[in-house]
């Protein structure tokens, strides 16, 4: 009976003990998880500045083209 009571105890310390590590676990992985999210998010707005800055040299570009044709003959 005792050696059961001791086990019983045993495995409760043990279970507590891996009870705190997992929670100290969890917390490790919601801050990375928080870190990869805000990198991300920072790694997608990087992308969308770049694909307007793009957007504007093509732009700009195109411009610079038109100018260089000659006038349209079905405006005269």
Known sequence: MWKKLLDYFANLLTL?????????????MRSEL??????????????????????LRLENELLKFERRLPPSKHLK
Do not use: C, F, G, W
């Not at 990869?36 to 992308?47: C, E, R, T």
């Open 34 to 55: 928080r870190d990869l999210a805000l990198s991300v998010q920072l790694l997608a707005n990087n992308q969308r500045h770049e694909m307007e800055n793009l957007a």
């Open 16 to 28: 507590a003990e891996a009870t705190r590590e997992n929670k100290a676990e969890i917390a490790q």
